[in-house]
């Protein structure tokens, strides 16, 4: 199983452009999340699903958009980028119904806004 | 709100020597606790994982971690600590809810080994 696959891995944004983050997991897990972590404050929620077509926001959500239109994917859209998206975006995944109570993390998207 | 404390920024230990790293969780009802790892541009890989049952745990790489209501701790510890654990640490807290295991991290420990 590839987990979590997140892409791309790097991208350096211009200010006011927009882009989507994709990561897709193989694991058929109802639960995803995108976090962002910036150095030294740990990782915050952007936003998360509970299945398909249900989203919700997480602490910091300004800026972004989701959709899940399939369980596998779950992207994450960012309309007009800002130096302040400077950051690691971290997709995860877990299931408590089939015993992942943990959530599994892709490799991360390392975006740079200049 | 649930919360995590990771008191100790960074931490250096010389290889060999043992290791306690600190976690303090804050939330109402019984947390469920988690370890995780992060080697430098790289993902975060679970550790160890605490839910119920007995409070001492253990887990991957020969990490354990003990749970203790009394203190809301959940500190993390090995016995002699290798080069290759060089990495940044982080401590979460979650809760099941109707949102899954929504995950309230720590800001992390990073550790430094010297050889």
């Known amino acids: 199983n590839a987990g979590v696959t997140q892409t791309p891995k ?3 944004l211009k200010i006011g452009q927009s882009m989507t983050l994709q990561c897709t997991q193989d694991m058929n897990h109802n639960y995803m999340y995108w976090y962002r972590q910036d150095p030294g404050m740990g990782l915050k929620l952007i936003y998360y699903s ?42 995860a995944s877990s299931d ?7 959530a599994f993390f892709g490799q991360g998207t390392r975006l740079t806004v200049v | 709100a649930q919360s995590v404390t990771q008191p100790d920024i960074h931490i250096t230990v010389s290889e060999g020597a043992s290791l ?9 009802a019984t947390p469920y606790l988690f370890w995780y790892v992060q080697s430098p541009g790289q993902g975060l890989q679970l550790l160890l994982k605490y839910f119920s049952g007995d409070t001492l745990v253990q887990g991957i790489k020969g990490f354990e971690a003990e749970f203790k209501r009394s203190q809301s701790s959940f500190n993390l510890r090995k016995p002699s600590v290798h080069w290759s654990d060089a990495a940044e640490y982080f401590c979460a807290v979650g809760a099941l809810t109707g949102g899954g295991n929504k995950l309230t991290f720590g800001t992390g420990t990073q550790l430094k080994v010297e050889l």
């Open chain 1, 96 to 102: 408590p119904g089939q015993g992942d109570t943990e």
């Open chain 1, 10 to 12: 790097f991208r350096i």
């Open chain 2, 20 to 28: 306690e790293l600190r976690c303090n969780y804050s939330y109402g």
């Open chain 1, 50 to 91: 509970v299945g398909a077509g249900i989203t919700d926001k997480g602490e910091v959500p300004n800026g972004y958009n989701v959709s899940r239109s399939t369980t596998e994917d779950f992207p994450l859209r960012l309309e007009l980028a800002a130096p302040s998206q400077t950051s690691v975006y971290f997709c």
